[in-house]
């Protein structure tokens, strides 16, 4: 079993053409948000910008999306209709999906079945890696076999059982063994979240040792997600993505604890992202 370390950023990320122009290192649709959750989608996408995208949108409910936007002038917004995201949105998510070389969806989504129908439908119809993350998750629970080669899913061990019917205990040889079979039998990638994280695509394993106990505050699985779909936008493969993303997340979060300390919040590990990638 491969355990990451700063190797996994020799040669990340492809070399940029002096004649490169806005958006072609990467445009990134984050999908989430609700009339009570707004932090989560802002988190995602301020971290996929600080990993090197070069666009980065936020399909949110309105007053989430206005909310967004005045968190950084860096980010841009898709206000849509109603408190939460429902295929009544669909057509219009669809329409910015076509600009998209990435999608993350889930954070701060919520959990009523219109969103999780919502959920399905528009991943039936986009053909580009996506993060399939937190919420979203759930839109799977019962239709396992639509996971697709190119998604990550970024569980943790309550919803890794939630998809799989298997509980992930503490032993990491254990929780590396069911992610590879989950990994092989449906295709995806998947990044199981914990102490150790591991990554799999039921062919290429992976173990990161990154991280520290402070990083259990809320946000920091949304920063996780933001870094891969970057990372998936610049064109890097789903396993390669996911497990830069879990060695960047928990590097970034040790440089921010050792500063921070008890303190730390999801926004200190997005400040810090830039000092691992020197």
């Known amino acids: 079993m491969k355990v990451l370390s700063k190797n996994i950023l020799k040669n990340l990320y492809p070399k940029k053409d002096p004649w490169s122009y806005k958006g072609t290192f990467g445009k990134v649709l984050v999908i989430g948000g609700n009339n009570k959750f707004t ?12 990993v090197g995208a070069d666009l980065v949108t936020v399909a949110a409910p309105r007053r989430a999306a206005d909310i967004i936007a005045s968190f950084s002038p860096n980010m841009i917004t898709l206000p849509l209709n109603g408190v939460c995201i429902t295929k009544f949105n669909l057509k219009k998510i669809l329409e910015e999906a076509k600009n998209a070389d990435s999608v993350i969806i889930g954070p701060g989504l919520g959990r009523n079945k219109q969103t999780l129908d919502f959920v399905l439908s528009f991943l039936e119809k986009v053909d580009i890696p996506c993060v399939i993350d937190a919420d979203a998750l759930h839109a799977f629970r019962k239709n396992i076999d639509l996971l697709k080669e190119r998604y990550v899913l970024t569980p943790h ?3 890794f059982q939630m998809l799989f019917g298997k509980t992930p205990d503490n032993s990491v040889i254990k929780r590396a063994t069911l992610t590879r079979i989950f990994a092989k039998k449906y295709k995806p990638t998947i990044l199981l979240k ?5 990554v799999s695509n039921g062919n290429d394993n992976a173990v990161n040792k990154t991280g520290n106990p402070y990083m259990t505050i809320g946000g920091t699985g949304d920063v996780l997600a933001g870094i891969c779909g970057g990372l998936l936008a610049i ?6 993505a996911a497990s830069a993303a879990a060695y960047i997340s928990g590097a970034a ?4 604890a050792k500063k921070v300390g008890i303190g730390l919040t999801a926004v200190d590990i997005i400040n810090n992202i830039y000092k691992v990638l020197k």
């Open 253 to 256: 979060g040790n440089k921010a």
């Open 235 to 240: 064109g890097i493969k789903p396993f390669k």
């Open 157 to 159: 061990a309550n919803e």
């Open 39 to 50: 932090g989560a989608p802002a988190l995602a996408a301020m971290a996929a910008l600080r």
């Open 194 to 198: 914990g102490h150790v994280d591991v």
